[in-house]
């Protein structure tokens, strides 16, 4: 199942006389010969698609008016889509403006994307660049839509699109991370706060298949999420404050990607995927053992210190203060960007000091963890 979602689905078509030429979405993808070899079919989930290229007929959505359909409403909301496109273009154009070149990608709901992968095989299909946009496109705006969801956060407090590139080459995630991020390094660099921006470089010397470079971009834009979540500010470099960033980044990995194996931080101690990826079976058997490190350590971590063991810890409670009270736990963010002390923060937002918050924690994991 690749997720790519076709631009047909309208959820106003029933109301309507059925059209089979369109689906009854009032439009029908554009025959100019400037689209030739594109598959118009996957366009729907981004607002800007460098693949659609600037056409004068559609204006580059990819879409026209159907004509053998009776929807009235479709003029307003082609013209809606095209002056989404322009706007989102227009920003595309000042990342290509800065390189010089063209590049690879487009603009979604709340990401800004650079996708330069040529291939790679998803399933038991491989997918070339355009259909691979689309469908990371999907998968990001995923993680944006959980984060809200789980978190019972409002669409403002979220005020900027987080930017990912996604390179073939290490010459050009180099050269980005550097322009966009203020640094470099052989994995992802990202820029926190506002306006966040992420690159790595995705090939197979980097990244074994797609679940690895899914898991891998759904950890870091989780943590761009956070970073970007009012007040705007990178939490992970504050002590007291890591183990929460790191955390909600792993919880959110293991949701939507289906295992842990994310280490921003410690990429030299990493070997393999610690318990197998299945955190929770190998934290609870950590717990029963007594051979888990202590929550008042794990809090106090800096971003540079958090080992494997403890940013599994971190994971987990973050899994048990979901289960507690999960409208809560943005509070508790703001009030660790505020630099507040953990301690105090966890108190006044969860009536928790860190031994009680261990004890209940450990009870949590052995009654609802699986043995295996």
Known sequence: ESGLRPASQDADAPQHRRCKPCGTTGLVTCGDRVHKGV???????????????????CGGTGRVDCERCERPDAAER????????????????????????SLPGGESEHFRLIWDLESMKVGRRRLDRHEL??????????????????????????????AMAVWWLPTDHDDAARRWCGGSATMGVKRMGPK???????????????????????HNAAHLILSNHTPQQW??????????DEGLASWLETDLGGGAQTWC????????MWGGGKWRVALRKLVASEAAPSVAQVLQRD???????????AFSLIDHLIHRDAAALPELGRRLKKKEPVRDAL?????????????????????TYPKR
């Open 39 to 57: 598959d118009l079919d996957l366009e729907g989930n981004l607002a800007y698609c460098s693949h659609v290229g600037d056409c004068d007929t």
């Open 78 to 101: 082609l013209g809606q889509m095209r002056a989404r496109r322009d706007a989102a273009r227009a920003r595309h154009a000042e990342l290509e403006a800065e390189v010089e070149r």
């Open 133 to 162: 946009l689309h469908l990371f496109a999907e998968r990001m705006e995923a993680v944006h839509a959980r984060y809200r969801e789980v978190l019972e956060v409002e669409e403002s407090a979220i005020p900027d699109r987080s």
């Open 196 to 218: 966040p921006f992420f690159s790595v470089c995705g090939n197979r010397s980097h990244f074994a298949d797609d679940t690895d470079l899914h898991r891998y971009l759904v």
């Open 235 to 244: 939490m992970g470099q504050f002590k007291g404050a890591a183990w929460y």
């Open 265 to 272: 931080f410690q990429e030299q101690d990493a070997r393999g």
């Open 303 to 313: 971003v540079n210190a958090l080992e494997m063991v403890e940013q599994a810890v």
């Open 347 to 367: 108190k006044e937002v969860y009536d928790l000091s860190p031994l009680t918050l261990e004890r209940a924690w450990q009870a949590w994991v052995l009654e």
